[in-house]
């Protein structure tokens, strides 16, 4: 059995543009392609959130949401269910590809999470693409940013639609091993320095093949009290089929506060993409 689910965010309405809708059907064939040419899942995943990341409709890698001081800053994570190694990266300013930094970090294994410059250091030294932070703005984000004021009380939760787009990947692959990926550009207007739930491991990000695979987007702050992706593993863990457990995670962000949505796959196969958000774009695909 294999199967992949990806989603391009949720947020407050159902965007008009096919934008979003066709950029997750094109990371869903790639990485499908991935899968049924007997390739990992973590691979697949990874290729997934590639492709988003480089769709500007999204909030992640080319396009993402302004902070407070109209600078990009992204965060993402990858995790793969085999021995549960991780890698994420935040505040990045410099990389298109976010998801190519944290899996970096995850391969050369000496630690799980890097930030800032450092983590832009690191990523150089590995041989990824620096690029001017001026060119993951896009004209539309700065004028969305510009109306908003640009200040700290017009931030964020004003402009729910704009909050949305953070993009994921979850899969299983012929192997039985499962794999998950997020990357973000956070909430429109943060402040610089705000890191939200995508690269938190347990939070918007988790995989282990004795359960499942998780990628949230949503409430970042709620996601990471309610640890959604890790009360979601858990459930899969106790029996409980994805779309209840996804359920179940959802209905403990409400009580936190947050809306939000899951994608889930688990080690049968078996998909799940859940909201409570009035909207999140997605596609999936298994046999």
Not at 48 to 59: G, I, K, M, Q, R
Not at 93 to 107: G, S
Not at 242 to 258: C, F, I, K, Q, Y
Not at 276 to 287: I, Q
Request: charged fraction near 20%; glycine fraction near 14%.
């Amino acid at each position: 059995m294999r199967a992949i689910v990806v989603h391009g965010g949720a947020g407050a309405k159902a965007s008009d543009d096919e934008a979003p809708r066709r950029a997750c059907a094109q990371a869903l064939a790639l990485g499908w392609e991935i899968l049924v040419g007997g390739g990992s899942a973590l691979d697949a995943v990874v290729r997934a959130v590639v492709h988003l990341e480089d769709a500007p409709s999204l909030n992640a890698g080319l396009g993402a949401c302004l902070n407070e001081g109209g600078l990009v800053e992204l965060d993402a994570a990858v995790m793969d269910g085999s021995g549960r190694r991780a890698g994420a990266v935040a505040l990045i300013r410099r990389m298109r590809n976010p998801v190519l930094a944290a899996r970096a970090v995850m391969d050369e294994g000496r630690h799980v999470f890097l930030a800032g410059d450092a983590a832009e250091s690191f990523a150089e030294k590995r041989g990824l693409t620096m690029v001017d932070p001026a060119t993951l703005v896009t004209a539309e984000r700065r004028a969305s940013w510009e109306k908003r004021g640009a200040t700290p009380q017009h931030a964020a939760r004003s402009d729910g639609a704009e909050g949305a787009g953070t993009v994921g990947a979850v899969a299983l692959d012929a192997a039985s091993h499962l794999a998950a990926a997020t990357s973000t550009g956070g909430i429109a207007g943060k402040r610089a320095g705000r890191i939200g739930d995508s690269p938190l491991i347990g939070a918007g990000t988790l995989a282990d093949d004795r359960a499942g695979a998780v990628s949230a987007t949503g409430d970042g702050e709620a996601i990471i009290r309610a640890t959604v992706a890790s009360t979601i593993v858990t459930l899969l863990r106790d029996g409980i089929d994805p779309e209840r457990a996804a359920a179940e995670a959802l209905r403990e962000l409400t009580l936190v506060g947050g809306h939000g949505g899951v994608i889930v796959v688990d080690r049968f196969g078996r998909l799940a993409a859940v909201y409570s958000a009035p909207h999140m774009t997605w596609a999936g695909r298994r046999g």
